[in-house]
């Protein structure tokens, strides 16, 4: 699976869009950007994944570059509950894309301030 | 659906005791993982199961037995627990979109 990079933690106040990054620059052609969050001490939450176009869902955006080396996670008006530990995994998907798990970096901290 | 449910969610061994935690999961995913996950750190994988009856290492697995026995369970074991095997312990099940997380058991080895 291609490593990832994400910024240690980041602030956003309440009410405004929180922007994510998160670099992966020697993702593969068949590999997947997911997003994970975990709010405190909880198991890890399944936000949004994508490939190559841009995703939405109820919970978030996902942007993804052209050259598909890095990626932004929008969460378009965050709330106090947001405050969580954000996770980008890249990996592959489909019958054997999942069999040996997600591999966790340390993630970011996004801390929504009132 | 419970999705994943792990038992117990919290519990205190002294050195050298054994215990099994429980890991159940009610969407008929082929796919269980165990993961522990350190103050300050992300969730390692420690042992994985691709179907009924399989088993295979993670990424920590030293110290850990599993079984999956039944496709709906995976047991993780400590035959002897130590205290760098305090941590807490996840449980996760997929397909091939997405995976599922249980609210965690917090071992805590004396």
């Known amino acids: 699976d291609a490593k990832t990079t994400q910024p240690p933690s980041m602030d956003c106040a309440e009410g405004r869009a929180a922007n994510l990054p998160c670099n992966h620059s020697?993702?593969?052609?068949?590999?997947?950007v997911y997003w994970y969050r975990q709010i405190h001490s909880q198991g890890p939450q399944y936000i949004i994944h994508?490939?190559?176009n841009n995703e939405t869902n109820e919970m978030a955006s996902l942007i993804i570059t052209e050259d598909r080396k890095s990626s932004t996670l929008i969460l378009p008006h965050a709330t106090l509950r947001d405050t969580a530990v954000y996770y980008c995994?890249?990996?592959?998907?489909?019958?054997?894309?999942?069999?040996?798990?997600?591999?966790f970096g340390k993630g970011t901290h996004l801390i929504i301030q009132p | 659906n419970a999705g994943v449910t792990q038992t117990p969610k919290f519990r205190v061994l002294k050195t050298g005791q054994s215990m099994t935690l429980l890991c159940a999961q009610d969407m008929n995913h082929e796919y269980m993982y165990w993961y522990r996950q350190d103050p300050g750190m992300g969730l390692r994988l420690i042992h994985y199961?691709?179907?009924?009856?399989?088993?295979a290492k993670g990424e920590v697995p030293d110290g850990y037995n599993v079984s999956r026995l039944k496709k709906q369970n995976f047991l993780l074991g400590l035959e002897s627990a130590a205290p760098s095997q305090t941590s807490v312990y996840f449980c996760a099940s997929s397909s091939s979109y997405g995976y599922t997380f249980g609210s965690g058991t917090r071992l805590t080895v004396v």
């Open positions: 995994i890249v990996r592959s998907q489909g019958s054997g894309g999942g069999a040996d798990g997600l591999t």
């Open positions: 020697t993702i593969s052609g068949n590999e997947y």
């Open positions: 199961s691709v179907g009924e009856g399989t088993t």
């Open positions: 994508g490939l190559k």
